[in-house]
């Protein structure tokens, strides 16, 4: 690839790592590796959301990295005609959409989201809120957590109807399955609606 290609496309990078965070959801909670990856080894906790569709943008998993050139580069940011905001051109949501196919177990989905205001200056992290298109529907606790289900319910205080589970690993499978012997976390769903 030219190298001013590779210039400008870095140039963009850089300028949307500042810009724009992504929320990253999978279609499942099941698969082991996710927990591994992404919660310290069954130790943390799984959060499953009801989703705006219109808002998510599927991966795609490649073999190879595409072209620059190809992908027509031009500008990340385009203005809606309806309501005046800043989105992204469609080249960009595709090159913020590609994955390797080796991460394919994660079944992952992407939802774009300006870092303005959001950030947590103890972590230094960002968070978006939650809000009708962004509602927190389930908590699914890893098996080696050490949260409790009276503290899950103290959290999940003002958030009605989020049902709780407790994770496990399958028996005859490699699939992380539903605890169904947990009976005392199942109590925090109904509890944490009060």
């Known amino acids: 690839m030219d190298r001013g290609v590779r210039r400008y496309a870095r140039h963009w990078k850089d300028y949307l ?3 724009v965070g ?19 080894s069954h130790e943390g906790i799984c959060l499953g959301f009801d989703i705006e569709h219109s808002g998510l943008t599927k991966v795609q998993y490649v073999e190879t990295r595409p072209n620059a050139q190809d992908l027509n ?49 103890v972590s230094q992290l960002y968070f978006d809120e939650f809000r009708a298109t962004l509602t927190l529907s389930e908590v ?4 080696r957590s050490t949260l409790t289900p009276d503290r899950l319910s103290a959290l999940l205080k003002g958030h009605p109807g ?11 499978t490699f699939d992380v399955v539903e605890d169904r012997s947990a009976r005392k976390w199942r109590q925090v769903s109904t509890a944490s609606a009060t």
Request: net charge positive.
């Open 17 to 19: 790592n500042k810009r």
């Open 22 to 40: 992504l929320l990253c959801f999978s279609e499942t909670w099941r698969e082991p590796l996710l927990w591994a990856h992404y919660a310290k």
């Open 73 to 121: 580069l031009v500008d990340p940011l385009v203005v809606s005609d309806q309501d005046d905001t800043r989105q992204f051109s469609a080249p960009y949501v595709k090159l913020m959409a590609l994955k390797f196919r080796a991460w394919e177990y994660e079944r992952e989905w992407r939802l774009f989201c300006p870092l303005d205001g959001n950030l947590d200056h």
């Open 140 to 143: 699914i606790v890893g098996h």
């Open 162 to 172: 989020v049902t709780v589970r407790k994770a496990r690993p399958a028996h005859r």
